[in-house]
């Protein structure tokens, strides 16, 4: 069998507020396979953003908290410089409240992973995140305000600019978690199209019905994955 394109061991994260610890991940093994779409389930939490966030290496588990690894090496020990990379050439990430700059058009938020370090750089960025958006319906939209679009033209711009350093995997958090549901559906049909096109994607997700579209799904259970429940019995 060939590694896993993203795996987790034994992961652990702890928050801290004030002095109260709040464990929130207490020993989470996953792993994502090349090519794969995953669903991952579970009730508001149980810490899916939390996995999320520490395997897109936007935060980082509690020290002796377990690993994460990418193509089998682990990302702790990666120099800034490597990690940056990572964050932005192997990850691209969608947030559930889109996070798009207001004060940017609908172009400069989608090519925006391009700018940053470790990214690809403006002119390519500006093309691909210019082919996306043409690709999601939006090249009419191009020098719009966020404000001025409807919730699923944002998800859509926030989705082109996950995809504009063209990642090996999107994680994506509850990407239809505040949309009617035939705009969901829309998202839905496009992050699949993404995945046949050979993407590997993860997904959070509430909606059983969506997991169902995913060739896999896992079940987070109080910061544990949930191995009780058989994946046929989540739909
Ligand atoms: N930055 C933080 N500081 C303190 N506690 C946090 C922080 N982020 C999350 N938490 C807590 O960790 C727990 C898990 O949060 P997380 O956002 O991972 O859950 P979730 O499964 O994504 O939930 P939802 O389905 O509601 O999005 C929650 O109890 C939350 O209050
Ligand atoms: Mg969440």
Do not use: W
């Not at 507020?17 to 090349?34: F, N, Y």
């Not at 500006?126 to 939006?138: I, Q, W």
């Not at 239809?176 to 199209?193: K, M």
């Not at 799904?217 to 058989?230: Q, R, W």
């Amino acid at each position: 069998m060939s590694r896993p394109l993203l795996e987790s061991r034994d992961l652990r994260k702890t928050y801290r507020l004030g002095r109260i610890d709040v464990p929130v991940l207490k020993g989470c093994s996953m792993h994502v396979d090349r090519g794969e779409f995953l669903a991952v389930l579970g009730s508001s939490g149980s810490g899916k953003s939390t996995l999320m966030h520490v395997l897109g290496g936007l935060d980082r588990p509690d020290r002796d908290g377990g690993e994460v690894l990418h193509d089998g090496q682990p990302l702790a020990g990666r120099s800034e410089r490597h990690l940056n990379r990572y964050r932005a050439r192997t990850i691209g990430f969608v947030f559930q409240f889109y996070h798009l700059l207001p004060e940017l058009t609908v172009l400069e938020n989608a090519m925006l992973p391009g700018l940053v370090p470790g990214g690809v750089g403006s002119g390519p960025a500006r093309r691909r995140a210019t082919m996306l958006l043409d690709r999601f319906g939006l090249s009419h939209r191009l020098n719009h305000r966020p404000r001025e679009l409807s919730g699923g033209e944002r998800q859509r711009t926030a989705i082109a600019r996950a995809m504009a350093n063209d990642p090996e995997v999107l994680l994506a958090d509850e990407p239809t978690g505040n949309l009617d549901e035939h705009t969901g559906g829309e998202i839905l049909e496009l992050l699949s199209e993404a995945h046949r096109d050979g993407l590997t994607i993860v997904m959070v997700t509430h909606d059983h019905l969506i997991a169902d579209r995913a060739d896999r799904a896992i079940h987070l259970v109080d910061g544990v994955l949930d191995t009780a429940t058989p994946a046929g019995a989540l739909a």
